[in-house]
């Protein structure tokens, strides 16, 4: 084993970001060589990704870090948010691929649970019910009678960069056609659905190996590499970048979404977890991710999004200081709150949340975004219980990672909140995961997720805030 330069293409909903790893069993030293946005577009259609963008920058990117490792580059990887794909005719993309925020999905949720019922659903594929989820856009996609394949986005990104076609089995497992119980695609159910099975084509672990970049490829990024599969749900990376070191621990991945469980070895197809929106989506290495999603910091970014809609200049950190000061006591929303789900006027939505129930709403935004902070603690706070509840996983820490761990005051209240220490940082633990992946795949690491992690405890800093007290790095 020895020290490699590797390349994580981290794709998240609203930007995007490669960065540039060296890894050794001593050794994790990120730098992040690209970063662009991620902004989705609003057509007649509805709301829709713009792919070719992403790929555009992914290219950049890529050809940012191969100029940074003058050694050459010992593999790159691909991760992005889940559920959402492209449908393909003779490898060319169908359509522009649709956000799963549309809101054309209800018509395919409603199709779907006429022909197999939602509990025996979740006996087939362990899914917490999202009305997003790949089955549901599926049956309202017209275009899949004419698709002769489909590509989860991860996997869009990786075809266009090698040529080859793969579907990634961490993020094939949120399309709610794979079998819980096998990892492979579910035949029958996806005959039920009437969905073509041609579409659904070969699946490949974390750690496999997809291909060279194509000669063009190459010729753009100035350099050859080897691209990987690793755990391309972005979640799915960002788990194994969680430096737990025991069973004991529950994380809260907190970027646009905050996803909150524990990790197990085996499903829990209980109908009590069905009914709290458990799910049971495929880890890295075969583990369970046991979680529920959060709405996360998507509430805070589409309000300073909609202010900033209205011309104005919004400074974020400005405002979340100014709302650790509101002296106000605050009174918890319900985050799950499905009006919540869709882009716009996120800050009236809340207001009117209060309304509705003779409460007076937050009057400054100060005080909308200390009961956003707040709000969300607490649905941290109850999906934590929960998790220890539903699994029988005693939960003693609490891991927070992703870009919500940089954020002092909602970790102090998830620790207030949940009566447990929390463990802040990495912040980037999916590009971590995707790259500690890739290592073991080129022999630069070695051994099983706990020792994956215990490079990641080694050598990133974390903060740790005690419930009632205070933090301390
Ligand atoms: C987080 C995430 C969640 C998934 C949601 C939609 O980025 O991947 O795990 O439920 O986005 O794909």
């Not at 005080?367 to 603690?377: F, P, T």
């Amino acid at each position: 084993t020895s020290v490699s330069s590797l390349a994580a293409i981290d794709l998240g909903a609203s930007s995007g970001r490669v960065v540039l790893a060296r890894v050794g069993p001593d050794e994790l030293d990120l730098e992040a060589v690209a970063r662009f946005p991620n902004d989705p577009v609003t057509l007649p259609s509805g709301l829709h990704w713009n792919p070719l963008e992403l790929y555009r920058n992914v290219l950049l990117g890529l050809r940012a870090a191969a100029a940074a490792s003058p050694d050459g580059l010992h593999g790159a990887a691909v991760d992005s948010w889940a559920v959402d794909y492209a449908l393909l005719r003779g490898g060319r993309m169908l359509g522009v691929p649709f956000h799963y925020r549309d809101a054309r999905t209800q018509v395919g949720v409603d199709r779907v649970h006429a022909r197999v019922s939602p509990e025996e659903l979740y006996q087939r594929n362990g899914l917490q019910f999202l009305p997003f989820n790949t089955l549901y856009q599926l049956a309202a996609d017209p275009l899949t009678d004419v698709a002769d394949g489909l590509l989860l986005i991860p996997d869009l990104i990786t075809a266009w960069l090698t040529g080859r076609s793969t579907t990634e089995r961490t993020n094939a497992s949120t399309t709610g056609l794979l079998d819980v119980a096998t990892g492979r695609w579910d035949e029958d159910l996806i005959g039920r659905l009437a969905l073509p099975r041609r579409l659904f084509g070969e699946l490949v672990d974390a750690g496999d190996t997809v291909g060279p970049l194509l000669p063009g490829v190459a010729a753009q990024v100035g350099s050859d590499v080897p691209v990987h599969a690793v755990g391309s749900h972005d979640t799915a990376s960002a788990v194994v970048g969680v430096p737990m070191e025991s069973a004991d621990a529950a994380y809260i991945s907190c970027g646009t979404w905050g996803l909150v469980g524990v990790e197990l070895e085996h499903a829990v197809l209980t109908e009590a977890g069905r009914a709290a929106r458990f799910t049971n989506e495929r880890g890295v290495d075969g583990r369970v991710r046991y979680l529920t999603n959060v709405m996360g910091l998507w509430l805070l970014n589409e309000s300073v999004r909609e202010w900033e809609r209205a011309g104005e200049r919004v400074d974020l950190p400005a405002l979340l200081r100014q709302a650790d000061q509101v002296s106000a006591s605050v009174v918890v929303f319900d985050v799950q709150d499905e009006r919540f789900l869709a882009p716009g006027d996120v800050p009236a939505r809340i207001v009117d949340w209060y309304v509705e129930r003779g409460h007076r709403p937050p009057e400054s935004r100060p005080e909308l975004v200390r009961c956003i902070v707040e709000s969300l603690a607490q649905a941290f706070a109850d999906a934590v219980e929960q998790a220890q509840r539903l699994s029988g996983q005693q939960v003693r820490v609490v891991h927070v990672v992703g870009g919500g761990s940089v954020n002092r005051s909602l970790c102090q209240s998830t620790a207030d909140r949940t009566g447990r220490p929390v463990l802040a940082g990495p912040v980037e633990a999916t590009a971590i995961g995707n790259v500690l992946v890739q290592a073991r795949a080129v022999g630069a690491l070695a051994g099983d997720l706990d020792m994956l992690r215990a490079l990641v405890r080694q050598t990133q800093p974390t903060t740790r805030y005690l419930p009632g007290k205070g933090s301390t790095t």
